[in-house]
Every structure is written in C-alpha cells, then in structure tokens.
C-alpha cells in the first residue's frame, strides 16, 4: 500500500479566513494570503503527489499480484537494497520510509517473519539495530525487478527528458535538506547551470 502525500483539504480550510481566490488551468484553489506568492510550489507539491500515487498505485498492484505482498514490504527491500552494503539502520528505514520508529519496527517484524529481512547487531554499537535480506528477500526482489522497472519506464521515466530529471532530482534535493533527509541526487557539478536555468 503505497502512501501518497497530498496538500488538500486541511490546508484549504487553514485559509478560510484570510484567504484569496486563484483561478488556474479551469481550478479554483483557496489559499491563505501568505501562500500566494507560494501558488506555484504548492501546484508542484500537489503534482508531486499526484505522480507518486500515479506510478506507485501500479508498482504495488504488481507486486501484490506478482507476490502477494503488500507495497510497503516492497518500499522496505527497497531501502534495504539501496542501503550502504544493504545494510540498513532501522532509525534510517524508519526516516526513509516516513514511518514511526515503533510503525517501522511493527513492519520489519512482518517481514522477518515472512524470511524476506532479518536484524542484525552492529559489533561496535549492540544498541545499533540493522536490516538486511534473507536469500528469500533477494530473490524476491530479483523476480520482481524486471516487470516495476517496466513501470517505473512506462509511467514515469519515458516522459521526462535527461535534462528535466535532473531539474526534478536538484530542485527536491533543496527540500529534502531543509527538512533534514539525504537527497537522492548527485550534487552540482561546477559546469552544470543551477536548478534556476537548467532548462533554458
């Protein structure tokens, strides 16, 4: 089950009072007046949303159908996968995966139980707890790779071009910073144009 972010109703209702009206591509939206001047990185905010629920609704319906498995055990191999030696603290899977520590510990236990991960102890920290795959979750994710890069190509990545990914990837890397998570993009390079000019 993937968990798609939206800025919907709450943030409409926040504005009731001391709000302006901003008619845009046949919507009207209600925005807090301080937000105006915001109107297009909301309008990003909510596309962002929109395309992760888009592409990961698929993703997950695959992989269910596939291995009848739930999309967030597949969001765990993920990380684990992607992870330094895949090898992944919890605190850090916890962080990546927008969980609680207690939410993902509930979630690891799943999946050790089904023998796709298993915890492991660090030699220098024993209060340090690890995720790591079992022969079983690698295979798994081995048998699914090949049908959610398909998706992965036709939902998402056929659309952009090279140039506006990496404007996507440096754009978000600021925003990740600021809310303190590691962005998942390679840093400018020296002869690169900035974020601002990247697609002129």
């Given at each position: 089950?993937?968990?798609?972010?939206?800025?919907?109703?709450?943030?409409?209702?926040?504005?009731?009072?001391?709000?302006?009206?901003i008619?845009?591509?046949?919507?009207?939206?209600?925005?807090?007046?301080?937000?105006?001047?915001?109107?297009?990185?909301?309008?990003?905010?909510?596309?962002?949303?929109?395309?992760?629920?888009?592409?990961?609704?698929v993703?997950?319906?695959?992989?269910?159908?596939?291995?009848?498995?739930?999309?967030?055990?597949?969001?765990?191999?993920?990380?684990?996968?992607?992870?330094?030696?895949?090898?992944?603290?919890?605190?850090?899977?916890?962080?990546?995966?927008?969980?609680?520590?207690?939410?993902?510990?509930?979630?690891?236990?799943?999946?050790?139980?089904?023998?796709?991960?298993?915890?492991?102890?660090?030699?220098e920290?024993?209060?340090?707890?690890?995720?790591?795959?079992?022969?079983?979750?690698?295979?798994?994710?081995?048998?699914?790779?090949?049908?959610?890069?398909?998706?992965?190509?036709d939902?998402?990545?056929?659309?952009?071009?090279?140039?506006?990914?990496?404007?996507?990837?440096?754009?978000?890397?600021k925003?990740?910073?600021?809310?303190?998570?590691?962005?998942?993009?390679?840093?400018?390079?020296?002869?690169?144009?900035?974020?601002?000019?990247?697609?002129?």
């Open positions: 089950m993937c968990r798609p972010f939206f800025v919907g109703a709450g943030l409409v209702a926040f504005g009731i009072v001391a709000s302006a009206t008619v845009r591509y046949h919507r009207i939206v209600e925005l807090p007046e301080e937000l105006l001047k915001y109107s297009d990185a909301i309008d990003a905010l909510r596309a962002i949303g929109r395309v992760r629920w888009a592409v990961m609704e993703v997950g319906k695959q992989v269910e159908k596939q291995e009848d498995i739930p999309f967030d055990w597949f969001e765990v191999l993920i990380e684990v996968i992607e992870a330094p030696n895949q090898r992944i603290k919890m605190t850090d899977l916890a962080r990546l995966t927008l969980r609680s520590k207690s939410g993902a510990t509930r979630l690891v236990d799943r999946l050790t139980e089904a023998d796709l991960v298993r915890r492991e102890t660090s030699p920290d024993r209060r340090a707890v690890y995720v790591t795959l079992t022969d079983n979750g690698r295979a798994l994710f081995e048998r699914v790779k090949a049908p959610v890069a398909k998706i992965l190509i939902r998402f990545a056929a659309h952009v071009s090279p140039k506006e990914a990496r404007f996507i990837s440096l754009a978000l890397a925003v990740l910073k600021a809310n303190e998570l590691e962005p998942i993009v390679a840093p400018l390079r020296p002869e690169e144009p900035s974020p601002a000019g990247a697609l002129r």
